[in-house]
């Protein structure tokens, strides 16, 4: 009977204990994290397209699918919310709340996109409607409405408040009152205008509504519900804390009473209790860990790691502890529970430790006792350290840099232990995310601060791409007139070879306009093998030239290389680098004083740093400019190459700028040291091109800066039509042609040149046509279909867009550069006048 009863009482207080363990055990800590970390990931998902709708707007992002691919992982977001923080009417209103606010974000976002796509195409019609317009209008008042127009339009993209937009509506109605100008012009609602000023109106609308849902969208309230469920979970899972805590402490005085009937057993859930608690401390401290985490500042996370440190050492009564994460150089967060400084090369030594050590199943590498140790290696390590016991979370992957946990011990005996440290993985996640998220935090500064920038550089390629359109013009006038004047000169007399020069500075410029021309096309740059030599003797010869506007007198002094130097690049942007530091040099010294160009050859094994640039090993081309100028100190020095920094009132902070551009797209780099008032010294880093075949030399054995031209075939006066958009290139052109030996006739229109192939059969022995690409192609069309066995020569300022079955439907029989080359020209009219009289 006493039997019986005393197996029903163990049994009942077996099951009694078994209810009070388990309800000691809380399991919503798991949920609460999950619940947190979807709430992290809606947070995320909602960051990243905040940031992509910036990116759309300010026209960098041409594809939705990452608005799209971001409004499902917030939606996914919240259905794992949903799944994970249960099923408590207050938390499933508050996830109701959130949905309601990622439903509004879609539709904000739907009618961003459209609104948006609108805006786009509109805006890039007005520009292409007012440059035209500008370079059309005759008359200077209405050109100035225009311009002024479009900088308000400018003005409007970059800011959409109410004065902003009255300015633009005040430039339109002042627009649609003025009518015809005097002398029979058309007024505003010409072909051309009339679109300018619908787009107008269209971008007066589309941009304030745009912003407008920006706004709307940033000021949703999805980020106060989602603090609201997040603060919701939290309070949930501090109550389960506190419920299993208390059912804890009643299990621990339940041991201490069976203690004194069963000491076996007493013993047994004794140490049971101590585990269940020691994992609780750990449980509470990491909760309070990530709570701190969550909440606190990018400033703050040095300070909460440390505190966190701490708590962590506290609960297994370590003396140091510290976060080691590799790089260059170590971060490291530590706390020491005493006043001594940590020992030179620890704890940044734990890294290379823990890489050469075992860790165990979990993970985790403990030494209880290192005096244990076998001598050598690992023990001498950490007895020069002064420990006695080591605890170590390390984190080694090939996707990110490794990090280590560390806990030491300095007294005797190893570190507190209860039922395992499998927790501290936990913590070790925890501190590493908030890393994460303050690395996030600078970059979404650093992508912000890129977007202005962008957005600066921007508007001054649009303003480029439009000064280089003129300078295109100027620059065919130059060539085209120097040709025709080297053909009334002595090939050997001194105005010859001044000619000269300004034909190859001409060339320089054509060719840099057609680079800020196919810009935007990302098309690679057309390097050939320059010898520096050469190029830099021609840029001093160009540099002297540009030298009376400067006060005084500037001398370049040359020290050529032991060896010939040979780079692969573009002749005209490497000369560009050249002049801009020559330049800069005559600056700094007030035109008075001697420019030093040093030339050599350096070669290094293994990769070096050359400014602030990393070089691989190799074989580089050093050109060392120098001057005795006024020098810059270190805050001017680390400034220079920021565009749109300067030192001069006149200067436009873009010299410098491009040049350490185009280094950096050659392969080199460029570096500098100067001192206040002790000049100034730029060495330019290229890497050497490989040796080239002894076909390529010339004659005295040096290899050609530029290609060797062959001679100007002369025509016998057959007859060539023209036809140009431009009556003043149209007459410019004749000439080049006339000199030739040519018979040119001009057009201007393209129907005009068709009537006159009509009416005389035969009449013409080649057409050539020097519109811009898009509508020279039509008014090759129109002459083709009038003549079809016409030969047709195509004048474009560039052909890297040309589509060669469209010139082949147009009749186009030849290719040739505007501004027109003459040795160019010739070749290509006489092969077409051959390939016609050809059976």
């Not at 840029?539 to 020290?559: I, Q």
Request: hydrophobic fraction near 45%; charge should be negative.
């Amino acid at each position: 009977m006493r039997t019986g009863l005393t197996v029903a009482a163990a049994a009942t207080l077996l099951i009694l204990l078994t209810w009070i363990a388990m309800r000691g055990m809380s399991a919503e800590v798991g949920t609460s994290q999950d619940a947190l970390l979807a709430i992290d990931r809606l947070e995320k998902a909602e960051s990243a397209l905040h940031r992509d709708v910036l990116s759309a707007r300010s026209g960098l992002l041409r594809n939705y699918d990452p608005l799209v691919r971001e409004i499902d992982e917030m939606r996914g977001a919240v259905t794992r919310l949903r799944e994970t923080a249960g099923y408590e009417p207050e938390i499933a209103s508050a996830i109701d709340e959130v949905m309601r606010s990622v439903d509004k974000t879609e539709g904000l976002t739907e009618r961003f996109k459209s609104r948006n796509a609108l805006l786009q195409n509109s805006l890039a019609y007005f520009i292409v409607f007012g440059e035209r317009l500008i370079k059309e209008e005759q008359d200077r008042n209405r050109a100035a409405q225009v311009s002024g127009l479009a900088a308000a339009i400018l003005h409007l993209t970059l800011d959409s408040s109410a004065p902003i937009v009255a300015d633009v509506d005040a430039r339109l109605r002042a627009m649609s009152l003025d009518g015809a100008p005097a002398g029979g012009s058309p007024g505003w609602d010409s072909p051309t205008s009339k679109p300018l000023i619908e787009h107008a109106r269209m971008l007066r609308n589309l941009l304030p509504e745009t912003d407008g849902i920006l706004k709307e969208m940033f000021s949703s309230a999805g980020g106060r519900h989602q603090d609201r469920v997040r603060d919701l979970v939290v309070a949930r899972a501090d109550a389960s804390e506190s419920a299993a805590e208390m059912f804890r402490n009643i299990l621990y005085g339940m041991s201490v009473v069976l203690v004194c009937l069963l000491v076996y057993l007493g013993v047994q859930l004794q140490s049971r209790a101590r585990a269940l608690r020691l994992r609780a401390d750990f449980e509470h401290v990491i909760a309070g860990i990530s709570t701190r985490f969550i909440t606190s500042r990018p400033d703050e996370v040095r300070y909460h790691i440390e505190r966190a440190l701490e708590e962590l050492a506290a609960i297994i009564s370590a003396d140091r502890a510290y976060f080691v994460i590799e790089g260059d150089p170590v971060q490291v967060y530590q706390w020491s529970g005493s006043s001594d400084t940590l020992p030179s090369g620890w704890p940044a030594g734990a890294l290379k430790l823990a890489r050469q050590s075992m860790p165990e199943e979990d993970g985790i590498i403990h030494i209880p006792r290192v005096d244990h140790l076998s001598r050598g290696g690992n023990m001498d390590l950490l007895a020069a350290v002064g420990l006695r016991s080591w605890l170590c979370i390390p984190s080694f992957s090939d996707e990110c840099p490794g990090a280590v946990l560390g806990f030491d011990a300095l007294r005797q005996g190893p570190l507190a232990r209860g039922d395992g440290y499998g927790m501290f993985r936990s913590a070790f996640d925890a501190i590493a995310s908030a890393l994460d998220r303050e690395t996030l935090s600078r970059e979404k500064q650093r992508l912000e601060a890129k977007l202005q920038q962008a957005r600066r550089m921007e508007t001054v390629g649009a303003l480029a791409s439009g000064v280089a359109h003129n300078f295109n013009n100027i620059a065919g006038a130059i060539l085209g007139y120097t040709e025709i004047a080297q053909a009334h000169v002595r090939p050997e007399s001194r105005t010859a070879a001044s000619l000269d020069e300004i034909r190859r500075a001409g060339e320089r410029a054509r060719d840099l306009v057609d680079q800020i021309l196919t810009f935007g096309r990302a098309g690679a740059d057309k390097r050939e093998r320059v010898r520096v030599q050469a190029l830099i003797e021609e840029t001093v010869s160009m540099f002297h030239a540009s030298l009376p506007g400067l006060p005084g007198e500037v001398e370049v002094k040359v020290r050529e290389a032991p060896q010939e130097m040979v780079v692969l690049a573009d002749p005209a942007r490497l000369q560009q680098v050249f002049l801009n530091l020559c330049n800069n040099a005559a600056q700094a010294m007030e035109g008075t004083g001697t420019i030093d160009i040093d030339l050599d050859v350096r070669a290094s094994k293994t990769a070096f740093r050359h400014g602030p640039d990393e070089l691989g090993p190799g074989q580089y081309m050093s050109v060392l400019i120098s001057d005795a100028g006024r020098g810059m100190d270190e805050a001017t020095q680390e400034r220079i190459f920021e565009p749109f920094f300067t030192t001069r009132l006149e200067g436009n902070g873009l010299g410098l700028a491009t040049a350490r551009q185009i280094v950096r797209e050659l392969g080199g780099a460029i570096a500098v040291r100067s001192a206040a008032g002790k000049g100034t010294r730029f060495e330019i880093l290229l890497p050497c091109a490989a040796p080239a075949r002894e076909p390529d030399r010339d004659q005295t054995g040096h290899i050609p800066s530029r290609p060797r031209v062959t001679a100007t075939r002369y025509g016998s006066g057959e007859t060539i039509l023209i036809l140009d958009v431009e009556r003043e290139r149209l007459l410019r052109n004749e000439e080049i042609l006339a000199a030739l030996g040519y018979e040119p006739v001009g057009f201007t229109e393209p129907g005009d040149a068709a009537d006159a192939c009509r009416s005389t059969r035969m009449r013409f022995d080649a057409a050539l046509v020097c519109h811009p690409l898009g509508i020279a192609i039509e008014g090759a069309a129109v002459v083709h279909e009038a003549a079809p066995g016409l030969p047709i020569i195509l004048a474009t300022g560039s052909a890297r867009s040309v589509d060669a079955p469209a010139l082949a439907a147009a009749g186009v029989t030849e290719v040739v550069h505007c501004p027109l080359v003459t040795t160019e020209l010739a070749g290509a009219l006489a092969q077409c006048l051959e390939s016609r009289v050809s059976p």
